[in-house]
């Protein structure tokens, strides 16, 4: 009887390690949801409290805008604001005396008409000024840039220092 021969194995030792698997493919990633971050006030960048790359929570801040024009311009609406409060004040006691003359027949319905426009145009005053102190306000809070959503914040194109235009990225 004639012997086969025995056949050539290779022997490997196994070992218990972790293997990374890397796969390329010819694709591009894109974020589910992404935002542009726009200034809505013109100002000089003072501070940006990020780095490219970090994580941020909605309502982080990320930037701020120089904010003492827009803190000069709340105290000129507050200022305007109590003007036309004191106006008020004037006007309304003017009215009232000479709607009172007017029912005395003590004042011709022109003159009773001039003071009841100024008294009418006080109250709008009134109104306009407080609006002017409302948009102040608004404009002072765009002055910090917030993070709109959770999320990483890619590549930046504004430095501190940089003078930013209201409605640019």
Do not use: C, H
């Not at 009887?1 to 022997?11: Q, W």
């Not at 990320?62 to 024009?69: D, M």
């Not at 409060?85 to 319905?109: F, G, Q």
């Amino acid at each position: 009887v004639k012997e086969i021969p025995a056949t050539a194995v290779k022997v490997f030792k196994v070992t218990d390690k972790s293997v990374t698997i890397t796969k390329r493919y010819p694709a591009t990633i894109k974020a589910l949801k992404s935002v542009n971050i726009i200034a809505r006030v013109s100002g000089n960048l003072e501070e940006r409290y990020f780095e490219e790359g970090s994580f941020v929570k909605k309502g982080q801040d990320l930037y701020k805008i120089e904010q003492r024009t827009y803190q000069a311009n709340i105290d000129s609406a507050k200022a305007s604001l109590n003007a036309a409060k004191a106006s008020l004040v004037k006007t309304t006691s003017d009215w009232n005396r000479y709607k009172n003359l007017y029912e005395k027949k003590a004042i011709t319905a022109s003159q009773k008409d001039e003071y009841y426009y100024n008294y009418q145009n006080a109250i709008a005053n009134v109104e306009n000024a407080q609006a002017a102190l409302t948009n102040a306000k608004i404009q002072y809070e765009y002055t910090q840039i917030k993070a709109p959503m959770d999320g990483i914040v890619s590549y930046t194109q504004l430095n501190v220092g940089n003078f930013v235009n209201a409605n640019t990225t």
